[in-house]
């Protein structure tokens, strides 16, 4: 079975530092892809970022970066230069090849930016 | 650029009563999913389809129906709504199993409030 693990309910950053918000995940597939999502106050969920396992590199999307360290099975999201627009729910979530349908989602860490 | 449509976005039912929510995506996306988000809870999957006329049972099933007569349409209905469902309502879609694997792409919610 595969499982995400989000350890940080809430967490709270000063407006332009850099922030991580951590994400571990179990699965015994050798192929799998994790994302992150953004959920703001007004609900939607967006997709920010992705990782595949077979990928080399880190994800990098604008101020968004993945640090992937397949042996710890972490892919904790890295943002930097925090603006007030980045307060928001932040979910992980991976998902399986061989078949699986179904992604799993972390419960998510809230993230308050300070001015 | 309409991506994934909810409809109603608010709705408030009686203990009782039935209602259908709708999803509708323009991607031609295989996957649909329907996940409701409570406090706390994180994003929990009732029901999915993998592709036109099939739908299977998610963590939360009970108390919801689904159909998928239609490759962009997926509904989820109360047949006899009960005060646990109040809720918000995701409907989510993506491609297939195709690597790199595919975010989700999700509507915007819909809030249920059961009286």
């Known amino acids: 079975a595969q499982k995400i693990t989000q350890t940080q309910p809430g967490m709270f950053v000063q407006e332009k530092e850099a922030v991580t918000l951590d994400c571990t995940y179990d699965t015994s597939d050798p192929s799998y892809g994790l994302f992150w999502y953004k959920q703001p106050s007004s609900g939607e969920m967006i997709f920010l970022i992705y990782?595949?396992?077979?990928?080399?590199q880190n994800a990098t999307e604008g101020r968004y970066s993945l640090n992937f360290q397949k042996a710890r099975k972490s892919a904790n999201l890295v943002i930097s230069a925090s603006q007030l627009g980045d307060s928001a729910m932040y979910f992980c979530a991976m998902r399986v090849g061989g078949g699986s349908y179904i992604p799993t989602f972390g419960r998510g860490t809230s993230l308050i930016v300070h001015p | 650029n309409a991506g994934v449509t909810q409809t109603p976005k608010f709705r408030v039912l009686k203990t009782g009563q039935s209602m259908t929510l709708l999803c509708a995506q323009d991607?031609?996306?295989?996957?649909m999913y329907w996940y409701r988000q409570d406090p706390g809870m994180g994003l929990r999957l009732i029901h999915y389809?993998?592709?036109?006329?099939?739908?299977a049972k998610g963590e939360v099933p009970d108390g919801y129906n689904v159909s998928r007569l239609k490759k962009q349409n997926f509904l989820l209905g109360l047949e006899s709504a009960a005060p646990s469902q109040t809720s918000v309502y995701f409907c989510?879609?993506?491609?297939?199993?195709?690597?790199?694997?595919?975010?989700?792409?999700f509507g915007d919610g819909t809030r249920l409030s059961i009286l």
């Open positions: 990782q595949g396992s077979y990928d080399q």
């Open positions: 389809s993998v592709g036109e006329g099939t739908t």
């Open positions: 991607m031609n996306h295989e996957y």
């Open positions: 989510a879609s993506s491609y297939s199993d195709a690597r790199p694997y595919q975010p989700q792409h």
